[in-house]
Structure formats: structure tokens, C-alpha cells
């Protein structure tokens, strides 16, 4: 009878073991189970993150873009005052590439080479346009103080010419600017631009294009009396020759 009860109460023992280890394994698994959900959980919500920011960033562009042309159209004025030795007082506002600045950094490990080659290309040129933005309104402001404190005979011509050429300058860089925009939008999954390439190739055409709309602009100035000045303005021909 002891050698009965002796062998029941190991079978017992034995018995509690395997469920304790069973709870065990089952605990085990279910925390594994978390962990590797968590994990991809967070994966996925990176990822559908990056994918939103890389949409976000592309619509910016479509944005700038619309900023760019519009500011492009302000230079186009200030080249027909130019054109007619005048200065303008007027200036283009600041173009904000919000989403880029803040966001970029969760996009750019899901964007390929060419693409992250193309959009720090942009926005250096945007920043660019921006800082030249600064740099025109503070000579516009010292040629106006100067008007106001000594008078339009202080204004010289060479006064005049520096302006212009500093408007040129920016209407260079933010036509630039739009033209990598345009490329990128075309080409979003590659956009290429390496040297002796057919599209780089095309780029320095349309930087020969644009020094001679330019120039054009300036020399068709000089045709219009000051009086039909604002009768003839047309922001929208410029667009339409250029973009």
C-alpha cells in the first residue's frame, strides 16, 4: 500500500511540474508574441509615417513651385524698372519650405540617392532665393533712405545699375530653382541629374534661355513711355514666355 501511495504521489509531483512548465512555455510565448507584434507595430507605423512625410514632401514642391513663379513674376517687374532706369520699392515675401525643415529627416531613409540628391538640391536654392530676397530689400532700403534724406539727385546711375543687377541675379537664381522643381515632379522616382547626362545637358540650355529672357525683358522696357508703364504691365506674358 505505501509503495501505491508513494508512486501516486510522484506521479502527482511530476504531474504539477509539467503544468507549471506549460504555464511556463505559455507565458514565454505570449511575451514573445507581444514583443514581436510591438515590434511590428512600430515598423509599420514607421513606415506609414515616412510614406505620408514622402507624399507631404512632394506636394510641398507643388507649392513651391506656385511661390517661385509668382516671385519670378515681381522680378519680371522690377527688370521692366530696370529697363526704364528706375528702381522699384517694392519686394518679394520669404517662401516657407515648412515641411521639409521639419519633417524631412523621417523620409530620408526610405528615399533613394537621386532623390535625396534632388530635394537638399531645392531647398538650398530655395534658401538661397530667400537669403537673396534679404539682400535686395536691404539695397532697395538704403537707395530709399538715401532718396528721402538727400533726394533723387543723390540716386546715381551706377546706384541704379547695382540694383538691377542684383535683381537679375535672383531672377537667375529662382528660375533655377523652378526648373529643378519641374525635373523632380517629372521624374520622382529618379530624379537624375549627373553630369554629361541628357537632362543635365538641358538644365545649362535653359540657363542660356533664361539669361536671354532676361535681357529681353530689359531691352523691351526701354520702348515704354513711364506714362503706359502700368497700362502695359502684363504679369501673365512673362509666365507664358518663360514657364
Known sequence: GAKVIYGLSRYKLFEKIAMDYEKVVIGLISVFSGWVLAQFTSILKDFMRARKVKKCLQQELEELKSELERTLLIYSRMLQIYGLKGIDNGSASPISNHIFKNYYKEAVLDLNKQQRI?????????????????????????????????????????????????????????????????????????????????????????????????????????????????????????????L
Request: proline share 3%; aromatic share 10%; net charge negative.
Open 118 to 242: 534632388s530635394y537638399q538640391l531645392i531647398h538650398t536654392l530655395v534658401e538661397a532665393a530667400n537669403n537673396g530676397m534679404d539682400e535686395l530689400r536691404e539695397v532697395t532700403g538704403r537707395l530709399q533712405e538715401r532718396n528721402i534724406l538727400e533726394g533723387t539727385s543723390s540716386i546715381s546711375e551706377q546706384d541704379g545699375d547695382l540694383w538691377g543687377k542684383k535683381v537679375i541675379c535672383e531672377f537667375n537664381n529662382v528660375a533655377a530653382a523652378i526648373w529643378h522643381i519641374r525635373y523632380h515632379l517629372a521624374y520622382p522616382k529618379n530624379p537624375d541629374l549627373s553630369p554629361l547626362t541628357k537632362s543635365h545637358e538641358e538644365y545649362l540650355k535653359y540657363l542660356g534661355s533664361v539669361e536671354k529672357h532676361v535681357a529681353e525683358i530689359v531691352d523691351k522696357a526701354k520702348n515704354i513711355s513711364r506714362e503706359k508703364f502700368d497700362e502695359f504691365y502684363n504679369p501673365e506674358s512673362f509666365a507664358n514666355e518663360l
